[in-house]
């Protein structure tokens, strides 16, 4: 698996699913290529799209006039399918801080989605990096997002850390803002002076700071010093207004996500990273020099 394509600690602890064989536009019946002109115009070309893991298409669609997003599923998948029904009913939800979803296509056993199209690239947490303010705005105003009711409901934070928690302490995950739970940086995409956040797999209702939590982990995977991520979190309202105990929870259980799901380097490099990122975190709330 190529570096930087797997999800963060959030998404492998919260029900992402496994990498799938991806397929073309032309692979796609007539029924379904047709739908979607409908919706776009003409498609011209079309650029596939390597990174995630939760759709069998991912593309660029270009028009006469415009470009497209457009990424979908079988509908025989019902667990995928779920997860991007989930995203399309979050999209109206999010558009502060996501690209809006244009249309959808059910036709001919597919299920596609088409978001608005933001050119843009890989978010870089790296230190001194210009797109940390970028993405600190964008953190505070998904912060600000109450979790909507969908039917069905949003899983909720507590029940998908339960495998790396103790239970005496899955309450600190209880909450009612609307999560993202994957900031690894191919879900982050800078344009001009915007960071925006893509590809909602997981949404999740729970405790606001958690979010910031999953970039406090990208930050140190990244190359920064625990100590020097948190005190970029800090000029955050909502982390700082976190309890500091249920944070030491959090990144305790980080570590635990991590080293439990990758017992042994890998050879992926993002995977590995993040591993060590884990425990250096974890180590600097245990007091570790």
């Known amino acids: 698996m190529r570096a930087g394509v797997v999800r963060s600690q959030a998404a492998l602890a919260r029900g992402s699913l496994p990498r799938m064989s991806r397929v073309q536009w032309e692979d796609l019946p007539l029924q379904v290529r047709q739908a979607v002109t409908e919706q776009t115009g003409t498609v011209v070309k079309t650029e596939p799209i390597c990174e995630g893991v939760n759709s069998q298409i991912t593309l660029i669609a270009h028009t006469r006039h415009d470009r497209v997003f457009i990424k979908g599923v079988q509908t025989g998948d019902a667990r995928r399918v779920r997860s991007l029904t ?32 933001i050119h843009g690239r890989r978010v870089d947490y790296s230190p001194a990096s210009p797109d940390l303010p970028l993405v600190l705005e964008t953190l505070e105003a998904l912060a600000g997002t109450a979790a909507p009711d969908l039917t069905p409901p949003l899983p909720t934070l ?26 690894n940086p191919g879900n982050v995409r800078v344009s001009g002076k915007r960071a925006w956040l893509v590809d909602w797999a997981v949404p999740t209702r729970g405790v ?5 939590a999953d970039v406090g982990l990208c930050l140190i995977t990244c190359g920064h010093t625990p100590r020097d991520a948190e005190a970029i979190l800090a000029e955050l309202p909502v982390w700082n207004d976190a309890d500091p105990e249920a944070v030491r929870v959090s990144v305790l ?37």
């Open 86 to 117: 989930r995203e399309a009913a979050i999209s109206p939800f999010v558009t502060a801080v996501s690209p809006a979803l244009l249309w959808q296509v059910h036709q001919a056993d597919w299920m596609l989605l088409g978001f608005e199209y």
């Open 158 to 183: 507590e029940a998908r850390m339960a495998n790396y928690t103790p239970a005496d302490h899955l309450w600190r995950f209880a909450g009612e803002a609307l999560l993202h739970t994957d900031w």
């Open 253 to 289: 259980s980080t570590e635990a996500t991590w080293t439990g799901l990758y017992p042994q380097p890998t050879d992926d490099t993002w995977s590995n990273a993040t591993v060590q990122a884990a425990r250096r975190w974890a180590e600097h709330h245990r007091g570790a020099p």
């Open 208 to 212: 606001a700071w958690s979010d910031a």
